[in-house]
């Protein structure tokens, strides 16, 4: 990799640092991505709807939550026919360099920041030279900022090496809350993928370290649920009314008495509740949000159905409706292990890299899944790869950094299997 790229990996990670946005508002972010891939000349473009299954997609937020940020957007000088390309939460890109005959090899990055305001400390990095997010209450405290700009730089640098084939990146909005996995993996454009790579950086392995390819992924599903009951004064006559604070109660504690699975790890957290009007008032309506995860996509829906069982049983009890809806989810699918093993050995090989792990379990859930298993199912591979970063504090902190450091490693990783993949194909 040129110097010149690697300075540039470093300006674009430090850009999108500075202006995150969550998930189906990446439109400034979609934007910046189409500005370097017109830079770098690729020869499809497609973006929003054209990246998308537009009936796919999961977890959007109301207009209302979107266009303050497409708004934001605009003022900051997003041109009008990305905007309008990207409206209704329509973001995300698929880039696509054609270099002759060979295999498709796509590669997978998310767009989207995390709701969490990003500290003001002296010793946080970003704050003390001068990229710290000036979007307040969003910041990039998972990296995803360093997968958008390795992904530039690995597109770059692939164009100007001896790669022969198809390159196709894939920059997903909407991870964080799992929404865009499957609308991406059904746009089409992963249909003639033979090889698909995902990345994410740290999860605890420093600068120098590479895993190959993970393995048991949870698969996972949000949910929500609402109890409608019927208001009545607390004081005077309580018994008029149908308590759906009492019902969500219920529904939550018994959620966690859920029967573990003899088949494997289940999990289920209920995180937010919301409802009532005032402590003098039954409450006529509580909505609960609630996740499930499983070691397989059948354990995750086994817990989902106990949980929607649990929330009617509850419901019941206190002679109140209940309407649980699922708002997004992703399957578990493992890492191929002979792209895998390609993975590992072309490591190997990249300056800066002392350590490779084959494989790892990876404990929590993506939903690039959907990807890999659009890919696999079509007769392809996946893998997905970790780049290990130092990072001060954990993922989903105020603080979190990565080392600038591992952008150059992941970039050559990524870019050099790539080349391997379209010499030697697996």
Known sequence: M??????????????????????????RTTARVVEELERIGVDEIAVGREALATDERMAV??????????????????????????????????????????PCLGLRVDLDAISMRESTADDHRPAAEGFRSEHDGYMHACGHDAHLAMALGALETVKASEFEGTFKVFFQPAEEISGGGKAMAESGHLDDVDYLLALHVGLDHPTGEIVAGIEKPLAM????????????????????????????????????????????????NVGRIEGGTASNVIAEEVTIEAEVRGETTALMEYTRTELERVCYAAAEMHDCDVTPRMISESPRVDSHPALRDLVGNVAWDVDGVERVIPTEEFGVSEDVTYLMQRVQDNGGFASYVLIGTDHPTSHHTPTFDVDEESLAIGVSVLAETAVELSKRPV
Request: glycine share 10%; no cysteine.
């Open 61 to 102: 937020p109301p207009e209302s939550e979107l266009e303050p940020w497409r708004e934001r957007a605009r003022e900051a000088g997003v041109r009008s026919d990305l905007l309008e390309r990207t409206a209704d939460g329509h973001t995300g890109v698929v880039a696509t360099l054609e270099q002759g005959e060979g």
């Open 2 to 27: 040129s110097y010149e790229v690697r300075n540039r990996v470093r300006d674009l990670r430090r850009a999108f640092h500075r202006h995150p946005e969550p998930g189906w508002r990446e439109f």
């Open 221 to 268: 599903a949000h949910l929500t649920a609402t109890f409608e009951g019927a208001s009545a004064h607390a004081g005077k006559a309580p018994n008029e009314g149908a308590n759906a604070m009492q019902a969500a109660a219920t529904a939550i504690q018994n959620a966690y008495g859920i029967p573990r699975h003899s088949d494997g790890l289940t999990r289920v």
